[in-house]
């Protein structure tokens, strides 16, 4: 199994890509972090983050895209372009057909380290560990981005295919309700 | 000037098309609401936002699109659907190299009913005025999206053209300084 781990920003959005498979050693496929200069619209912005993760797509192939889940308690600062720049990402997957899982920054952090409340560093330490790196992939974003894709390896896509059952489940009742 | 306003909201999304220029009566080309439903997983309804607000470009070939600014500060429970919404909004505009403008509610209600605090209600009485239509446009979104339109034309477009310019100086500015 490949997967895309996407750490959304309008700044800086970490893109990572681990292929392998739950109780095999995962292995690192490509990382990299986009940027877009906070001097340009927003929306050239968005079309920049698009590009680079189609781009991405095309490249990598991956089976599934784990996003992280962004929260409106979060810094206000920054919350907006993060939530625009998660939905680009989510768009740019859910339209090739690609399966979409969401993960929280604590499930993240409780996959590879143990802890739902490591640090960053914790975070880039059990990464460059896992996936048998020589150094911490840098910046904090680029990290965080194949934390993502090895949380959704090890949890098995399990998420996926219930929330995928859950809305056939519900599809098939709103159709039997409608023919009923 | 034709004008695309788009009132952001993943289980509603408002869309109005208005016609016209300062000083001139203006004119409803068309109206619309895209709804999605809660059922469906976030990415699917981005999809499906995306293919709404691309098939009324294809349309009605607007030559701006105003978008409502959303602030972290809004309704917690609604404020990440309608930031990813208005992403997706902005992202459709400006990879077809139409400008985008955002205007906050405040704007928006001063710019058609004189008060920057005016209700809902008469939003939707100013709309229903300014267009001369015969029943007020609903639901609240659809005259929300008018607004938006009516407030870009009224404004002419000036704010679009002193973000261009400052994008352009700033960008000469950095490359001044690259080539220094």
Same mark, same amino acid.
């Given at each position: 199994?490949?997967?895309?781990?996407?750490?959304?920003?309008?700044?800086?959005?970490?893109?990572?890509?681990?292929?392998?498979? @739950?109780?095999?050693?995962?292995?690192?496929?490509?990382?990299?972090?986009?940027?877009?200069?906070?001097?340009?619209?927003?929306?050239?912005?968005? @079309?920049?983050?698009?590009?680079?993760?189609?781009?991405?797509?095309?490249?990598?192939?991956?089976?599934?895209?784990?996003?992280?889940?962004?929260?409106?308690?979060?810094?206000?600062?920054?919350?907006?372009? =993060?939530?625009?720049?998660?939905?680009?990402?989510?768009?740019?997957?859910?339209?090739?057909?690609?399966? @979409?899982?969401?993960? =929280?920054?604590?499930?993240?952090?409780?996959?590879?380290?143990?802890?739902?409340?490591? =640090?960053?560093?914790?975070?880039?330490?059990?990464?460059?560990?896992?996936?048998?790196?020589?150094?911490?992939?840098?910046?904090?974003?680029?990290?965080?981005?194949?934390?993502?894709?090895?949380?959704?390896?090890?949890?098995?896509?399990?998420?996926?295919?219930?929330?995928?059952?859950?809305?056939?489940?519900?599809? =098939?009742?709103?159709?039997?309700?409608?023919?009923?």
């Amino acid at each position: 199994m490949r997967v895309l781990g996407i750490d959304p920003g309008l700044t800086r959005c970490g893109m990572g890509v681990v292929e392998g498979s @739950v109780g095999r050693p995962l292995r690192l496929v490509d990382v990299n972090v986009l940027r877009t200069s906070s001097d340009l619209p927003v929306p050239q912005r968005l @079309v920049t983050i698009e590009k680079g993760v189609d781009a991405w797509l095309d490249e990598h192939r991956p089976d599934a895209v784990a996003v992280e889940r962004v929260f409106a308690r979060s810094d206000v600062s920054t919350v907006m372009g =993060t939530a625009q720049a998660s939905g680009i990402a989510m768009v740019c997957a859910a339209r090739r057909g690609l399966p @979409v899982a969401l993960h =929280t920054p604590s499930e993240v952090k409780a996959a590879v380290s143990g802890n739902g409340r490591a =640090t960053k560093a914790q975070v880039g330490t059990m990464v460059t560990r896992i996936l048998r790196l020589d150094a911490m992939p840098k910046p904090a974003d680029a990290a965080d981005a194949l934390a993502l894709a090895i949380t959704h390896i090890w949890r098995g896509g399990a998420q996926a295919r219930i929330d995928a059952a859950v809305a056939g489940a519900r599809q =098939t009742q709103a159709t039997r309700r409608r023919y009923a």
